[in-house]
């Protein structure tokens, strides 16, 4: 594809970098793509910008959101006026040539989501009733049409479980599966003077010195329920009750409500063990000051705090619900729990990082074994280019029109 400039579309619902996660993740594929010397520009249903790359389609329709037949019909109209070679989508538009779910499958996350609720009774009623939301239900059929549909786009998993869900849900065939793990941004810069006034906070608030020497596992998620924050706090609970070279702390980070867990915490007995930091805007300073990462998800397709952690060179602890297991070794740089209601394996991966050894044992694997270039976006842009090529080799071969064009 070097021969010639090729310009990608990268179709999303919204574009507003600040709600982060997959805005964030499409905003920094698509400067990486760009960085490989192709034009990228993002189309959007809804969002805010005023960068001259994203257009935004449905800025007249009332709502946050978009309904999704009306944003295909402008996206359709949009192509047919103007040309692509790559229309890479990570919605469920069957019109595009590649769709790269970045939540993973619609099926598994409706069934991820009420798992991770604590009572069996509402668990239940969550599955019953996860229809009801009719854009989730949209979304959901657009989805197994797509599968469905022999000539429809190629699907990029970001991890092997977002592989085996669209095999395991919509018996979609390798042949139409191409996995590449997720990336982020890498070598992001460091203020160290705001890490260190935001440490020296820190132990100013949990009532500790430098001399008491701390382990600080960073939790951040917006989600609380969904990422695990209450077997999290019950673990810090059994960990507390443990001898330990050093005593464990959490720190909680992000915008979920948290006043039931700072209500767990009081009642375990644990809650001048845990502080809680609210949304975080730099959240490479508060992984400086952290000794590891901790994420008991119920379900994340490939967590970008994980990979971004990694990054960072902290060791990680998360579940197998988690696509960014991929992208490390369970037991050399960090630990994999089967279960996220597994509170005796969560102490006890707990309890292994409060050893200063095992954290530079970690952290130094992660280093050789140069996970820092594994994780980073360039690689996926690397990964993802012979998927294009290929696209835009059939085109040519058949001679076939662009679809939606």
Do not use: W
């Amino acid at each position: 594809m070097s021969e010639a400039k090729k310009k990608i579309a990268i179709i999303i619902e919204r574009m507003d970098i600040a709600l982060g996660g997959a805005e964030r993740s499409v905003f920094e594929l698509a400067t990486a793509i760009s960085a490989f010397g192709f034009e990228v520009d993002i189309l959007a249903a809804k969002g805010q910008t005023s960068a001259k790359n994203i257009h935004i389609l449905c800025q007249n329709t009332s709502g946050k959101r978009a309904c999704y037949f009306t944003f295909a019909k402008e996206l359709k109209k949009y192509l047919s006026e103007n040309h692509y070679d790559i229309v890479h989508s990570v919605l469920p538009f069957d019109f595009a040539d590649v769709y790269q779910p970045r939540g993973g499958s619609f099926a598994e996350s409706i069934l991820r989501n009420a798992a991770s609720y604590q009572n069996k009774f509402v668990k239940v009623y969550k599955r019953i009733t996860a229809f009801a939301n009719l854009r989730r239900a949209i979304f959901l059929r657009a989805e197994k049409k797509l599968c469905k549909n022999s000539n429809g786009p190629v699907i990029i998993a970001i991890s092997e479980y977002v592989a085996e869900q669209f095999k395991k849900h919509y018996g979609v065939g390798d042949d139409r599966i191409v996995v590449i793990p997720n990336g982020v941004k890498i070598n992001k810069q460091i203020d160290t003077d705001r890490a260190n006034k935001l440490r020296d906070q820190i132990l100013a608030k949990l009532g500790l010195k430098e001399a008491d020497n701390p382990v600080f596992f960073l939790f951040v998620a917006n989600n609380f329920r969904l990422k695990g924050l209450t077997p999290l706090i019950k673990a810090m609970q059994a960990v507390s009750q443990k001898s330990t070279e050093r005593k464990a702390y959490l720190i909680v980070a992000g915008n979920g409500r948290a006043y039931r867990y700072r209500r767990l915490g009081r009642k375990l007995n644990v809650h001048k063990k845990i502080i809680f930091l609210g949304a975080v805007r730099h959240i490479q300073d508060a992984l400086s000051i952290a000794d590891a990462a901790v994420l008991p998800t119920f379900y994340d397709p490939s967590s970008r705090y994980i990979l971004e952690a990694i990054a960072a060179g902290k060791p990680v602890i998360t579940t197998k619900f988690n696509g960014a297991t991929d992208l490390f070794v369970n037991n050399r740089h960090g630990r994999v729990i089967d279960c996220p209601e597994d509170i005796p394996a969560l102490a006890e991966a707990i309890n292994f990082f409060t050893v200063t050894n095992n954290i530079r044992t970690a952290s130094q694997a992660i280093v050789a074994d140069d996970l820092k270039a594994e994780v980073s976006t360039s690689r996926v842009v690397e990964q993802l280019m012979p998927v294009y090529e290929s696209i835009c080799r059939k085109a040519s071969l058949t001679g076939l029109e662009r679809r939606g064009q």
